[in-house]
C-alpha cells in the first residue's frame, strides 16, 4: 500500500494522518494535522472564480477531517491545525475571486471550529 501512497502525496500524508490518530500521541496527532493543512492549503496563486468553487470544496473536505478529530476528542491535538487553516484561508481569500462565497464560508468554518476546539481543549494562551 506504502508503494501505492508514494505516488500521490496527498494520499501518503493522509495514511501519515490515520496512523498518527491511530497511535493516540497528541504531539504526533497535531503536526500531521498542520501538515495536511499546509499540503492542502498551499501553492495556490491567485484563484479565479471557476477555481474558487474546487479550492473551497478540498478546504471543506479538509475542515471535515479536522471537526471529527475534535468530535472525536483530539481539541488540543487539532488546535494547532486549524489555527493554521484559518490563517491559510484568510491569506487565500485575499488572493482570489471569491464572488461566489464559498471560501469566506470555509474561512468561517474554519474560524468557528478553531473556537471550538479552543472551549473544548486548553490551547497555550499566548
Same mark, same amino acid.
Given at each position: 500500500m506504502r508503494e501505492l501512497a508514494a505516488r500521490d @502525496?496527498? +494520499? #501518503?500524508q493522509l495514511l501519515d494522518t490515520r496512523a498518527a490518530v491511530?497511535?493516540? #500521541? @497528541? #504531539?504526533l496527532i497535531g503536526t500531521s494535522l498542520? /501538515?495536511? +493543512?499546509?499540503?492542502?492549503?498551499s501553492n495556490w496563486g491567485f484563484v479565479d472564480y471557476r477555481r474558487s468553487f474546487d479550492v473551497a470544496? /478540498?478546504?471543506?473536505?479538509?475542515? #471535515? /477531517?479536522l471537526a471529527e478529530h475534535l468530535d472525536g476528542g483530539a481539541a488540543a491535538a487539532v488546535e494547532p491545525a486549524l489555527r493554521r487553516a484559518v490563517t491559510r484561508l484568510r491569506k487565500l481569500t485575499e488572493n482570489a475571486d471569491d464572488s461566489g462565497g464559498m471560501l469566506g464560508d470555509a474561512c468561517q468554518q474554519a474560524a468557528d471550529l478553531h473556537a471550538r476546539s479552543c472551549r473544548m481543549g486548553r490551547p497555550d494562551p499566548v
Open positions: @502525496p496527498a +494520499v #501518503d491511530a497511535t493516540g #500521541d @497528541p #504531539d498542520v /501538515e495536511s +493543512v499546509n499540503d492542502v492549503l470544496r /478540498e478546504a471543506g473536505d479538509l475542515l #471535515d /477531517e
